[in-house]
């Protein structure tokens, strides 16, 4: 399900506070590289991102 983006964040975030616990988020924003140029992006609602089998992300340890 794709919405709107989101506003910007807020300024006041608690930089000292944020620690390496898991964060729940309710999305991320999605960007296209076509043509030379990336699109404005787009405001996804869903935690689990597409990915290629063979993503050279995923290493699985070759080299």
Same mark, same amino acid.
């Given at each position: +399900?794709? @919405?709107?983006?989101?506003?910007?964040?807020?300024? @006041?975030?608690?930089?000292? #506070?944020?620690?390496?616990?898991?964060?729940? @988020? #309710?999305?991320?924003?999605? =960007?296209?590289?076509?043509?030379?140029?990336?699109?404005?992006?787009?405001?996804?609602?869903?935690? =689990?991102?597409? +990915?290629?089998?063979?993503?050279?992300?995923? #290493?699985?340890?070759?080299?």
């Amino acid at each position: +399900m794709v @919405t709107q983006l989101p506003p910007p964040p807020i300024s @006041t975030v608690e930089w000292d #506070n944020l620690g390496f616990k898991w964060i729940d @988020t #309710n999305g991320y924003v999605k =960007y296209i590289h076509k043509d030379g140029k990336w699109d404005q992006g787009e405001f996804v609602r869903d935690p =689990y991102i597409k +990915m290629h089998i063979c993503a050279p992300a995923l #290493n699985y340890g070759q080299e």
